[in-house]
């Protein structure tokens, strides 16, 4: 069972990493709804890695309490330390590339901020609140 787990693991990860370099693409594209249409795949995806994650923590506890005398490299064999290794490689290359799409995320939401204050200034009250104040760019005449 840990080989299936550690494999529809991995398979998670490399579907959350294409997700994001698809991301990536999009909001440099300006492709914003095709974006949002990918989110909820997206917290499906990370929800049945993380679930996925746990039972592998299960089972490597389960073959450890059921042979305490035993090395945990002995317990587990080559193909399965191997696909341990793999499963820290692709969540290493996960984090970089959500590191990455979060560069221009903030970039865009401060642009985004930025030319709504513009059009629409508001004038912070000390702790009161927000005050708009009469827009720049705008003007009503009645």
């Known amino acids: 069972m840990l080989k299936h787990y550690l494999d529809k693991a991995l398979e998670d990860l490399d579907t959350l990493i294409n997700l994001t370099q ?3 693409d999009d909001i440099k594209a300006a492709r ?6 990918r989110i909820k795949t997206k917290e499906h995806t ?3 890695f993380e679930n996925r994650k746990s039972l592998i923590d299960n089972e490597i506890t389960n073959i450890v309490k059921t042979n305490p005398d035993s090395e945990l490299e002995e317990l587990l064999g080559e193909d399965i330390r191997r696909q341990l290794e793999e499963l820290r490689t692709k969540l290493e ?10 560069r221009f995320v ?3 939401g ?3 901020n930025a030319l709504y204050e513009e059009m629409l200034p508001i004038e912070k009250d000390g702790y009161t609140g927000k005050n ?6 705008i003007e009503v005449r009645a």
Do not use: G, W
């Open 22 to 24: 698809m991301d990536i």
């Open 32 to 37: 914003h709804d095709e974006m949002f249409d």
């Open 46 to 48: 990370l929800l049945t």
């Open 93 to 102: 290359e996960l984090q970089e590339i959500n590191r990455y799409y979060a």
């Open 106 to 108: 903030i970039t865009v």
């Open 110 to 112: 401060e642009f985004y």
């Open 132 to 137: 708009a104040k009469a827009a720049s760019l």
